[in-house]
């Protein structure tokens, strides 16, 4: 058996096992110990506080009386005054609880336990064991005054008693042990009715005394827990969703062309090409349904500004559609050279990046896909771009053909950035040049003030059976 490694000791010598002992100044070197049995009529209490958040301040009265019924524990010499006397401390200054301190041992599972209390005097070194009463802290509400307790001018007086009051004053009277047992078992337990707003002075309705203790302790707690708006707020400012001016006073204001596109890449979307095809009547073609139904009347209407959104909503969606799919609902971003040929050659790679950039960042799986929360971030910006280009008022058809949605989808989506969905009336039909056998599977989007997001869906409560 091979021996075991001692540790390396100092150059010093051996490493003392125990510390040294340092005396105090002002205090004994030696405890002398001793226990007192007996300490009078009054002893220390332990008092405990079950399910209580008793304050520090609270004054409590003591009152002692014979214990009645007790059973003495130990033999006669270690018996103490404890054992013949109850201790009770109570305090009424809380203005609605009263507070009671009892002694809960008789019978129970601490029936043969005792409690003792140390006293330790550091300049002479003595520790006294003295025996302690303990006593558990109990809150029970006041109620609140009545006729019977002295408030003989309150309307109640005049009310005449109902059939059940003069029932429960009959039975408290002449009732048996069992009924009357249960009439108080209802008193201790009854939740007191608020006066009625006529019945007060002010001209609101009071809480009762159960109520406003409750609440007083629940403001405590939720004192420093958010409000419902200040969730919604923080709900809002996570959300995928193009920040929107709030304090808009038009339509125009809510979102500007140059947030959602950013003014570099506005400056450097060229829209010549499509001007000039315009003015010599040739054919644009793209791969967008909205893109082609809408180029004409942009271009003739001479905003460039506008023209130039419509050219970055072509960009976004070739570049939207040369993405893989990738696993739950993501998008994965292909090689650069298929971006080129979804896109076109002609666009420059400022503008290709500038996308991927925006809408998959390197905190999405590195700047190579795009997660749910991404692909939600592109659809709000383009249902943005699309109500400004229709002036406010777009018909989502075309869009949620060009993305390969369906209806409630694209719903949510221009719902999302606060505007208002609904069917096609026979004016806007007319407006829109829409066949009236298509006119079902059309949906209109308006961007109105105020604006209308989607709220935080608080859960029905469930029925109790």
Not at 307 to 334: E, I, N, S, T
């Amino acid at each position: 058996m091979a021996d075991k490694k001692r540790k390396h000791t100092g150059e010093g010598g051996d490493r003392p096992s125990k510390k040294s002992h340092t005396e105090v100044s002002g205090q004994a070197s030696t405890v002398w110990f001793s226990v007192v049995q007996d300490v009078g009529e009054w002893a220390p209490a332990i008092a405990t506080t079950p399910g209580l958040d008793l304050p520090t301040n609270v004054p409590l009265k003591a009152y002692k009386r014979a214990r009645t019924g007790a059973t003495h524990r130990g033999t006669a010499a270690g018996r103490s005054r404890q054992s013949d006397s109850e201790l009770l401390l109570h305090c009424s200054a809380h203005p609605k609880l009263d507070y009671t301190a009892r002694e809960e041992v008789s019978g129970g599972a601490e029936s043969l336990l005792r409690h003792y209390v140390g006293v330790y005097d550091p300049k002479t070194g003595e520790l006294q064991v003295v025996p302690a009463r303990n006593v558990v802290v109990r809150g029970t509400l006041r109620p609140p005054p009545t006729a019977e307790n002295g408030d003989k001018s309150s309307d109640e007086e005049k009310v005449p008693q109902s059939r059940l009051k003069a029932r429960t004053i009959l039975g408290e009277a002449f009732g048996t042990k069992k009924s009357q047992k249960a009439i108080r078992s209802l008193t201790e337990n009854a939740i007191f009715t608020p006066k009625t707003a006529s019945q007060t002075s002010s001209g609101k309705t009071p809480l009762d005394p159960l109520a406003s203790a409750v609440l007083e302790s629940m403001s405590q707690v939720t004192s420093s827990m958010p409000t419902r708006e200040e969730l919604q707020a923080a709900v809002d400012d996570a959300k995928p969703r193009p920040k929107a001016n709030l304090d808009a006073t038009t339509p125009a204001d809510v979102y500007k062309i140059e947030d959602l596109i950013g003014i570099e890449m506005l400056k450097s979307l060229s829209v010549r090409q499509w001007q000039d095809d315009i003015k010599a009547d040739k054919a644009i073609e793209t791969h967008s349904r909205f893109v082609s139904h809408r180029v004409i009347r942009v271009v003739q209407s001479g905003d460039v500004k506008r023209l130039k959104a419509l050219r970055y909503v072509l960009l976004m969606l070739d570049w939207f559609g040369g993405l893989k799919p990738g696993q739950k609902g993501a998008k994965r971003l292909p090689q650069r050279e298929d971006i080129r040929k979804a896109v076109g050659e002609e666009i420059q790679d400022f503008l290709v990046d500038g996308l991927r950039r925006k809408f998959a960042p390197d905190k999405h799986y590195g700047g190579s896909a795009m997660n749910k929360w991404a692909i939600d971030n592109f659809m709000t910006h383009i249902s943005a771009l699309a109500v400004i280009i229709d002036h406010f008022e777009t018909d989502m058809a075309d869009l949620q053909n060009d993305l390969k949605l369906d209806t409630k989808q694209m719903s949510q989506y221009f719902h999302e950035i606060g505007c208002r969905v609904a069917a096609l009336t026979e004016p806007e039909r007319i407006k829109f040049k829409i066949d009236a056998k298509e006119k079902s599977t059309h949906r209109i989007a308006k961007l109105r003030l105020p604006l209308e997001f989607p709220k935080i869906r608080t859960p029905a409560a469930k029925k109790r059976k």
